[in-house]
């Protein structure tokens, strides 16, 4: 591809917007130079191709698809169909998964679509077996009713938010916590690895329908072999959300046990975070579970965004070329760079490294909250998340860690050296952030005080890291 065409593909786009509304062109602009210039080490985010990116801006977007491929609710999808089969097609080969489906719109959407086919492949239910064979449309005031009665009450078991769980994973916040009844296994407090006997033996007492592996912030591979062992020991159905590490599946950096797909009876994920595709969501299931899934829309989803599946074909199959294998290898070797930088430097980490793309800092050690360290990184033009760290005492709000992940510096190119220097940078502006007091003089959660010189000049060294690695850089919008 050559730079020439990106740059005339991006500035044409621009230039068309512009004439209708040039607050909007102006705000992509300045969304670029404003990645192109941060630090960004949101273990969450990444940075699609051209070519995804371009897939999503176009007339697709306009089609409304409900259904699914071949058997659609509306005329004239045959192109989506196209999409659509194209991207559940590189999914499964990708994964090795029996059944993709590539329809969520986010990876919440991908969790309540996975829930409701567990719920409806494993409730026997008068009012569910005519929910399979009806339209939902359908179903009278009294249907509901039955099946609320007869789906109630069931139970399901993750990972607790503190050690690393997600908030679809059964916490009040979500649907999920309200949908189910939750129990969570947490992590060994002398370790913070997961302790399987223990979630074995949680699994022994609650009996969930659901026991759910996966995160948003644990720094460890996780054994889905003993998962599911546990799984099958109590009869629960075993699904994992692998939204955060996919991009290590995808890259085979997870083989064998800590692979979730050959293991899980259901996988989901999202499509933007180590696996760099558009905002999105994919469930892959064994054979048994693919009638439910699909019935995702209109269930749980309205209709599809063809796209974003467009987007989504194009990223798998970037996903499944060689490079890509290299790519995940390097987030993990960056991960690690960085983790021992802290480590040498000082700081204490939770689970003391890493084994995936992601670090997490107790920034306790420094005297600092979650919040206020999230803070002075970001006046220091270093971009983080503050996060929980188990038996958070500053809860989940203030926090007591910062999460810092590698796949967007890692797609910009830089490398294990690049990440010592980044972890020189955290540790300096952590050690000359001080915690600030509220105006009674107790200690503030939120304040600090930074020395804005220092601050700016971490902020310039952290441009000059970036300088050699430029973000795009076949676009100059110029
Ligand atoms: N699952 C996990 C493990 C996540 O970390 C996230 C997002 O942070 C989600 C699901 C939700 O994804 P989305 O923001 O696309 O709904």
Request: aromatic share 6%; charged share 20%.
């Amino acid at each position: 591809m050559s730079h020439n065409a990106e740059s005339t593909a991006f500035r044409s786009a621009l230039e068309v917007i512009r004439a209708v509304e040039p607050r909007v062109a102006d705000a992509i602009g300045a969304e670029l130079t404003d990645q192109r210039e941060s630090l960004k080490l949101i273990a969450s985010e990444n940075y699609a191709s051209p070519a995804t990116l371009l897939a999503m801006g176009n007339w697709f977007s306009d089609k409304y698809a409900e259904g699914t491929v071949g058997r659609r609710f509306y005329a004239g999808c045959q192109n989506v169909d196209t999409v659509e089969a194209l991207a559940a097609e590189h999914a499964r080969e990708l994964f090795g998964a029996a059944h993709a489906y590539v329809q969520p719109h986010s990876g919440i959407d991908a969790n309540l679509v996975a829930f409701w086919a567990v719920l409806a492949d494993r409730v026997e239910s008068p009012a569910l077996k005519k929910a399979q064979v009806r339209q939902v449309n359908d179903l009278t005031e009294a249907d509901w009713f039955a099946l609320r009665r007869e789906l109630g009450n069931q139970r399901m078991l993750g990972m607790s938010l503190d050690a690393g769980g997600h908030l679809t994973h059964g916490f009040r916040p979500n649907i999920s916590g309200k949908m189910f009844d939750q129990r969570s296994y947490g992590t060994d407090p002398a370790t913070g690895l997961i302790d399987y006997d223990r979630v074995a033996e949680a699994a022994r007492e609650f009996k969930p329908l659901i026991l759910v592996g996966g995160y948003s912030a644990y720094p460890r591979k996780v054994n889905f072999r003993i998962l599911r062992e546990i799984a099958d020991s109590v009869g629960a159905t075993f699904m994992v959300d692998m939204a955060h590490f996919a991009g290590l599946v995808a890259g085979k950096v997870f083989t064998g046990d800590f692979d979730p797909v050959p293991h899980a009876h259901i996988v989901t994920t999202t499509t933007h975070k180590s696996l760099r595709g558009p905002r999105g969501g994919m469930v892959l299931c064994q054979p048994e579970l693919a009638d439910q899934v699909d019935r995702g829309c209109p269930m749980v989803l309205g209709g599809p965004l063809p796209h974003v599946m467009a987007a989504k074909a194009v990223a798998l199959a970037e996903a499944r070329r060689p490079d890509f294998a290299d790519y995940a290898q390097r987030i993990v070797d960056n991960s690690q760079a960085l983790a021992e930088g802290l480590l040498r430097r000082g700081a204490t980490l939770v689970t003391g490294g890493t084994d995936n793309h992601l670090v997490l800092i107790d920034v306790s050690g420094y005297g600092l909250t979650g919040r206020q360290a999230e803070q002075a990184l970001l006046d220091s033009g270093i971009v983080t998340n503050r996060n929980s760290v188990p038996q958070d005492p500053n809860g989940a709000w203030y926090t007591s860690g910062i999460r810092i992940g590698t796949p967007a510096l890692t797609t910009r190119g830089l490398g294990t050296a690049e990440m010592d220097q980044t972890a020189e940078l955290i540790h300096t502006v952590l050690t000359q952030t001080t915690a600030g007091a509220n105006a009674d003089g107790t200690p503030s959660k939120a304040k600090y005080t930074l020395d804005a010189d220092l601050a700016d000049k971490i902020a310039r060294q952290a441009t000059d890291l970036l300088a050699t690695y430029p973000l795009y850089p076949g676009i100059d919008l110029s």
